[in-house]
C-alpha cells in the first residue's frame, strides 16, 4: 500500500556532514507529520526531528543546531540535513509518516508506515 525508502546513510568522520533522504509511495492521499527516528545499540529507539504537514519542526535537544528537517511535498520526500555529527550520533535512522491512504475503491483511512532504516556511521 504504501512504502518508505530511505537513502544517504554511511560512514563520514566526526564534523562531518549527511543527508539522509525518504521516499514515500503507494496510495497516497495525503500526508501529515513525517519524522526521523533513530536508534543505536543497546538503546531505545528515539525522536531526531519531525515536521509537519504545515511546515512546523520539532527536533530533539542533543541535535538542535545542527540537523535540519525539510519536505518536498510534491515528492512525497523529507530530507534530514545533518551537519557537525559527533560519534554519538551513530545509529539507524528510521523515516516515519503519517498518510492518509486512498484505495482503488476510495477508501480513506489514517496510518503510520516506517523505512526500513539506513545506518549512519560517525567515526572519532
Known amino acids: 500500500q504504501v512504502q518508505l525508502v530511505e537513502s544517504g546513510g554511511g560512514l563520514v568522520q566526526s564534523g562531518g556532514s549527511l543527508r539522509l533522504s525518504c521516499v514515500a509511495s503507494?496510495?497516497?492521499?495525503?500526508?501529515?507529520?513525517m519524522d526521523w527516528h533513530r536508534q543505536a545499540p543497546g538503546k531505545e529507539r528515539e525522536l531526531v526531528a519531525a515536521?509537519?504537514?504545515?511546515?512546523?519542526?520539532n527536533y530533539e535537544d542533543s541535535v538542535k543546531g545542527r540537523f535540519t528537517i525539510s519536505r518536498d511535498y510534491a515528492k512525497n520526500t523529507v530530507y534530514l540535513q545533518m551537519n557537525s555529527l559527533k560519534p554519538e550520533d551513530t545509529a539507524v535512522y528510521y523515516c516515519?509518516?503519517?498518510?492518509?491512504?486512498?484505495?482503488?475503491?476510495?477508501?480513506?483511512?489514517?496510518?503510520?508506515?516506517w523505512g526500513q532504516g539506513t545506518q549512519v556511521t560517525v567515526s572519532p
Open positions: 515536521i509537519t504537514g504545515g511546515g512546523v519542526t
Open positions: 503507494g496510495n497516497i492521499f495525503s500526508i501529515n507529520t
Open positions: 516515519r509518516a503519517d498518510v492518509r491512504v486512498k484505495t482503488k475503491g476510495w477508501q480513506i483511512y489514517d496510518n503510520s508506515y
